[in-house]
């Protein structure tokens, strides 16, 4: 009986936040909810039919293949169509240092698997991605966390962290999940150099790079390390482990994600994957090959760029015409997300619980910060998603929560 | 560089024999081999046009729901069916109990991060599937391990070593994975006996079991169970996790799977499964819901029952026909696979090499033991495929493979 199971379970810390989202998630499915908590891309904008076409294509002409058990390692045209689009931002790499994934999480999870050992120390921003800490509490992470603003990571407070000897630091420069802030070019290389100087490495999450409304593309740290390192069994992988995704630029449905590295690095990740779900869907692999080819994809995220941005722009409009003065908010230049900072001591939670009466929604502060990490100010935070709802529904959803943070700012000077 | 990396890495064991498959994969890619090796399905029964339809169905009519993100607990229709379909085996489980993973490897490593702390013992069959022994090793698993004869596990052998306190059984009770045997009707009723008389839960994995030959059903390890316990929260599952998937009687690349368990366990597999993939592919389960409704799934598995059974007669005439009499093999009700063995001494290592010589491959018995388990003869046995070739390639992949035997003996006899 199931008592049986209880008393045999694992002390995993499961990392108790993980609800938050998920019944957030439940509750928004509720149409008359406008939703700016998920991470969720415009399903306006998925390439159905060509879905369509390159499934009706991968069934006819690779059909028996395509429903067939696959290499761990993924399908292998794939794998080079991802190593020649990562030319194309200095990513010099070849198929061998290319994992497919199930998905980023899935990426996180073998790389959490792999490196840390219960009660390591790893670096992230605060706040970071919640899903990164889900992964890496599993086993057992601590964390130490470095604050973001604008610019990105704070590199003039790393030093004394780095001291602290965290196993690697975890990074998503572009646009960042949730504070949508990009790390300057500056900050780039001052992270690198203080990456080799302590012999720390990097996993570069980066969802979301080729999604930018404005400014000049930065290049990413995997190539900066490269300009920091020697030739290393051909290729020019060193201190960094790049990940990135199709769920942004095509569909998150078919769970389809890759990882970037130094090909013994691959090999060990390989193993791991292996045991772990064999191998990520032989038939999406075909379709996403037949979806992305012959220049869809470039085409296909020149769309989602103008739609993203204009969703963009009627958030950060809305926000300037229904929120109060003492409430700030970032302007990110591309992604999903902005990171919106109330006065010290308001209670995000509360505020959902407001927000949900006025039927709009988003995700606490607090969820994107380590639980047993340094102390930190998530409850005056919230994040918003701005590239789900449509331009008229982003307006009057933030009117929506303007009610309720007006209320809360209101009660707030009141006690 | 790559040497940073690798002094990071945590110490996990990996299970080594993992190359000896995945090695094995790659040889057997060749067109002149004839394959008894993998454990794949016949692409030839692959339902490439029902998949073809459905695909379409789904993008005209859900194409942005199967394409955005879903839940962790799987696609509810399909979870509904999966219970529906389950009713009919005597296993009483809503949709709530059903859990839908990447695979029913997925379902193995979610199990074993839930369960197994490092040091640990999992009970296992002796031989047992390969892939469950590498999902558990990543957690550190030590392991028991029990024979199995033609009637499946030796329950008589279970009672002292069920005393040593595994922290669960695996056990794959028909034409279990490699060895092809079934667990008799009288031994799973012995097996439920001793696991409540000591505690001990059972993972009950069934991939094969609607694909039987001759004989009738029997009841599985879950619903005898169920006559052991009480109600429990509604529902009476109790002492027996269940699995199953679609990769054997649908396609296993679409990777869909799934675990059927009491609620609370469900729930924190949910929280594991999170972490480790967010969810399994939307679009895949929704096309797997498409492919099977309106009855095509058991009508499609009666053309599957029909071919294999085929197959597998072709292969045991094809062994009677070639192999010496001092070989014996195991004589399968179903599923893929047979078990040969050779007499005392073989070395199947070698016999692989001397195989491939010949054009022909099979999996060495070994990779079906723990490494770190009890004594075992892995050696003189190796695993056949029945499921994958056409009956003539059978035939002269079996002659092939009786000349390496012969030769393998003589040189043994010699020796």
Known sequence: MSTLWKSRYAQRTLG???????????????????????????????????????CHKVLSEHGPQALQYGTTEGYQPLREMIARNLARYGIVASADNVLITSGSQQALDLIGKLLINRGDRILVEAPTYLGALQAFNVYGAQYVSVPVDEDGLLTEQLDSSLRAGPKFM???????????????????????????????????????????????????LVV?????VRRDNGFTLGNVIYLSTFSKTLAPGIRLAWIVAPEDVISKLVQLKQAADLHTSTFNQYVAFEVARDGFLDQHVKLIRQVYRERRDAMLHALQEFFPAEVTWTHPKGGLFLWVTMPEGTD?????????????????????????????????????????????????????????VKMQLRNHVLR
């Open 16 to 54: 108790i936040k993980s609800s938050a989202i998920r019944e957030l998630l439940k509750v928004t499915q509720k149409p008359e909810i406008i939703s700016f908590g998920g991470g969720l891309p415009a399903p306006d904008v998925f390439p159905v039919q060509r879905f369509d076409e390159a």
């Open 170 to 220: 975890y990074v998503l420069p572009n646009f960042q999940n949730p504070a949508g802030v990009t790390l300057s070019e500056g900050r780039r290389h001052q992270l690198i150099l203080l990456a080799d100087k302590y012999g720390i490495p990097i996993i570069e999450d980066d969802p979301y790079g080729q999604l930018r409304y404005e400014g000049e593309h930065i290049a990413p």
């Open 224 to 228: 900066l390390d490269r300009e920091n």
């Open 348 to 404: 995000s939670q509360a505020l959902l619980r407001a927000a949900l009466a006025e039927n709009v929604a988003f995700v606490p502060g607090d969820s994107f910060y380590p639980a047993n990490g340094n102390g930190h100010d998530g409850g005056r935070h919230m994040r918003l998603n701005f590239s789900h709802s449509q331009p008229d529904q982003i307006h009057e959803g933030i009117r929506r929560l303007s009610v309720a």
